[in-house]
């Protein structure tokens, strides 16, 4: 992605004829800002205190747009809340999750990307994207 988040943002947005507002920024860089997979309510919270009139309902609807522009991903876990995190400038990476403390695990192997690379070319299959999760027990929590 050539520019900043904030660009890869502004351009999209126009792209879909909508506004870029001071609150999508607010909400972009405070999903950035946070280091970590975070949900809509942590998100509300970091926002809230800072002023500036960012409703629940408005972060909502723009994490839902940085997902849909590629800025941001979705990581659901059961029925524990949708949890997000920042894809602009990260390499792709898989999570290990921890059911019982809900710990996220950001893991990165080439030789996991070529496996999954060479069974879908086994199956004549041309990949576009994926997700690995694999779901478990942390260090701390067995």
Avoid: W
Avoid at 18 to 47: C, I, M, P, W, Y
Wanted: hydrophobic share 30%; net charge positive.
């Amino acid at each position: 992605m050539a520019g900043t988040a904030r660009d890869v943002l502004r351009n999209y947005v126009k792209s879909r004829g909508l506004r870029n507002t001071e609150q999508r920024t607010a909400v972009l860089d405070a999903l950035l800002k946070a280091g970590r997979h975070v949900t809509a309510d942590d998100l509300f919270g970091s926002l809230r205190g800072k002023g500036g009139g960012v409703g629940y309902a408005t972060v909502c609807r723009n994490l839902n747009l940085l997902c849909e522009s590629g800025l941001a991903e979705k990581v659901k876990i059961g029925n524990q809340k949708t949890r997000y995190e920042p894809r602009f400038g990260s390499d792709h990476h898989d999570h290990l999750i921890c059911l019982k403390c809900g710990r996220f695990i950001e893991v990165k192997d080439d030789r996991l990307e070529r496996l999954q690379d060479k069974l879908a070319s086994a199956q004549g299959f041309k990949p576009v994207s994926h997700k690995l999760e694999i779901y478990g027990l942390c260090k701390k929590c067995r």
